[in-house]
């Protein structure tokens, strides 16, 4: 049994990178097969996947609308998935979680959120200037 712990800065400005990250307990990251996805929900709107990644490889899969301003990666040492977004907006402005499935294929590696079973409680990101 999994168990994720979000934790970032909370206030963070445009010209900042913000930095989020999600610490896994319970498992190992690099010797078991998880994916590791972000998710994000801004008031008023549905919760959407940003990107996500197999813990035992490294493939990353990116949403669209993030793809080119955002990273995501492991720190193996630390068992935490990483996950760096520049360029901010107000838009980006949200309650950012991180979740985990339990995959043996990267090529499996999706935003498909109803596939996530484990989820933290999520943290709060506002970014203003």
Known sequence: QVQLQESGPGLVK?????????TVSGDSI???YYAIGWFRQAPGKKREGVASIWSN??????ADSVKGRLTIFRDK???????????????????YYCAAEYVFDSSRLAL?????VYWG?????????
């Open 14 to 22: 445009p010209s900042q990178m913000l930095s989020l990250t999600c």
């Open 30 to 32: 690099t010797t078991s």
């Open 57 to 62: 490889d490294g493939s990353t899969v990116y």
């Open 77 to 95: 040492a630390k068992n935490t998935v990483i996950l760096e977004m520049s360029g901010l907006k107000p838009e980006d402005t949200a309650v």
């Open 112 to 116: 498909w959120e109803p596939d996530y």
């Open 121 to 129: 409680q999520g943290t709060q990101v506002t970014v203003s200037s």
